[in-house]
Nanobody
């Protein structure tokens, strides 16, 4: 069974940098679209970055120019590099996998807390 395991969250000062990682077990990673979502307290979960199996990326306006999503298919891992972090980036961050190569499969990571505070 495929699972997603996230790592890399923590406490960082405003203006700081953090990198999140999400590793998938199983062989479907290479055909999957990977996304990062975040959910702040009292707010809905929002998609902030996506990377397709072919490497095409897209970002929410709130993170464009500051965050970079990338994937390493050899390691079944997707990363979210975050620069110039702001207090409003504080949230639980989730990775998401969608694969439609055989049937529809959607998975979520367990979430990792990112706190931006001085």
């Amino acid at each position: 069974q495929v699972q997603l395991v996230e790592s890399g969250g923590g406490l960082v000062q405003p203006g700081g940098t953090l990198r999140l990682s999400c590793t998938a077990s199983g062989s479907i990673f290479i055909t999957s679209t990977m996304k990062w979502y975040r959910q702040a307290p009292g707010r809905q979960r929002e998609a902030i970055a996506v990377i397709t199996s072919g490497g095409t990326t897209n970002y929410a306006d709130s993170v464009k120019g500051r965050f970079t999503i990338s994937r390493d298919n050899a390691k079944n891992t997707v990363h979210l590099q975050m620069h110039s972090l702001k207090p409003e980036d504080t949230a639980v961050y989730y990775c998401n996998l969608v694969d439609t190569s055989r049937y529809y499969l959607e998975l979520w990571g367990q979430g990792t807390q990112v706190t931006v505070s001085s």
